[in-house]
């Protein structure tokens, strides 16, 4: 099978042909159909996250076609892989429904080779079936933008309004889940980025502006996406009392030091860790009931490492899918 393989973080990902991965005890084997382009890739690329093995086939948003089953999946099916990619079920964040947090957990396109590939296999546990509401384009960022930004939105359910922090993939998704509940959505973007205001907009953000001049009103919550540090005492500036920031990403820069009147006034500052199988379920049944529309644009498998320098650079538009 053809592949985009990293051999060192910090270099470029490399065409190559590997032998067809045969599925273990469990697994189901699958033809990837699209594998969205996550921002975690990019610091797992850069190095930032330093991956657990080399060589190594990253991607982890996968859309892919059941070719052969442990049992639980009909050949033809088409399913869906996240960034969990198993756990030992057996700990005590597996044994109080915190799967997430599980020591031994191992995840797609980190521990295990994901979906820059024609081919992959998946722990047919952790394999979600695919709304058909969705074409496999429109379906890869559900699988992690839309799930983390779910989980992460959850931790403001009671927020009537509610600030994004860096408006990509998960925020673009996260802004229609919010908006559709009710609340109030204010999208803060890179400074002078009008695209993305102008895309919040149209997904039903109230107010789009950039994070140097804050939103109007004050937030009951605030959600970080953007991986930037300095983003945390700016949205503790920008919250009332009792409300709450949440660190929605798997990597973020320092966070520099800040006053504590900042956080007094039971502000709550708290961070999103991976997902659980019960986030895969409820999302997806959300998501075609709200219903919520994927920003995406294909780019063939073989230029992944371009899709990558446009995340780097902030060139996208809600989601880059690469499809095989």
């Not at 953007?226 to 320092?254: E, F, N, Q, T």
Request: charged share 20%.
């Amino acid at each position: 099978m053809r592949a985009m393989v990293l051999q060192s973080p910090g270099s470029p990902l490399r065409s190559r042909e590997l032998p067809d991965p045969v599925p273990g005890p469990g697994q189901a084997l699958l033809r990837v159909r699209a594998c969205a382009v996550c921002r975690t890739d990019l610091h797992i690329v850069d190095g930032e996250l330093p991956p657990s093995r080399l060589p190594l086939v990253p991607g982890h948003e996968i859309v892919g076609e059941v070719i052969a089953s442990a049992g639980r999946f009909a050949p033809g099916t088409r399913v869906g892989v996240p960034w969990l990619g198993w756990t030992c079920g057996a700990c005590p964040y597996c044994d109080s429904d915190r799967e997430n947090l599980c020591e031994r957990a191992r995840f797609t396109g980190y521990d295990l080779d994901g979906g820059y590939a024609e081919l992959v296999t998946a722990d047919e546990r952790y394999c979600f079936p695919v709304p058909d509401d969705y074409s496999d384009l429109q379906a890869a960022p559900l699988l992690c933008a839309g799930l983390i930004g779910y989980r992460a939105l959850g931790m403001a359910a009671d927020a009537r309004a509610v600030g994004l922090y860096g408006f990509g993939a998960a925020a673009h998704i996260v802004c229609q889940v919010a908006a559709g509940r009710g609340q109030t959505v204010f999208a803060l973007t890179r400074p002078g980025d009008a695209p993305a205001q102008e895309l919040a907009r149209s997904l039903g953000a109230a107010w789009a502006g950039g994070t140097d001049t804050g939103p109007p009103d004050e937030l009951d919550a605030a959600i970080i996406f953007a991986p930037a540090g300095d983003l945390v005492p700016v949205a503790l500036g920008h919250v009332r009392k009792g409300g709450v920031v949440v660190c929605a990403g798997i990597h973020m820069s320092d966070i520099p030091s800040f006053p504590y009147a900042l956080l007094w006034g039971e502000r709550v500052l708290r961070s999103v860790a991976n997902l659980t199988r019960a986030d895969g379920e409820g999302f997806l049944r959300l998501a075609p009931l709200v219903p919520v529309r994927t920003e995406v644009e294909a780019v063939p498998l073989e230029r992944a490492n371009e899709a990558l320098a446009r995340l780097r650079s902030g060139d996208v538009r809600g989601a880059l899918v690469l499809v095989p």
